[in-house]
């Protein structure tokens, strides 16, 4: 559930960056409803310099995480296409040469 979270957190960071949000601003607004999370907040924090460690697991080693629960599901029968698209998303990553950057890192465009 994790790896789902930071896939969409990094996602609407990136977003913003492209349409040249400000980041204090876009926290200040997530800050004040439902969608705020632990992660939305630290993928921030990162891409404003404040705390350069957050998330600290890397990205190979999420790939490899969520690939075995990917697997699972499919062994079992059990649809789990977001996590499919997340697994997917770190495994460009990784192919990238990203793999051993911080899951932080998915945050900058």
Do not use: H, W, Y
Request: glycine share 8%; charged share 15%; proline share 3%.
């Amino acid at each position: 559930m994790t790896m789902g979270i930071a896939a969409v957190a990094a996602e609407v960071c990136q977003f913003a960056s492209g349409l040249d949000i400000d980041l204090v601003t876009l926290r200040s607004l997530v800050s004040r409803g439902s969608n705020n999370s632990g992660i939305f907040q630290a993928f921030v924090a990162f891409l404003l310099g404040g705390k350069p460690d957050v998330l600290a697991i890397s990205m190979a080693n999420s790939a490899k995480d969520i690939g075995c629960a990917v697997r699972l599901a499919d062994e079992s029968a059990v649809s789990v296409p977001v996590l499919v698209a997340v697994a997917n998303k770190l495994n460009l990553s990784v192919m990238a040469g990203k793999g051993k950057l911080t899951r932080s890192n998915l945050s900058r465009p």
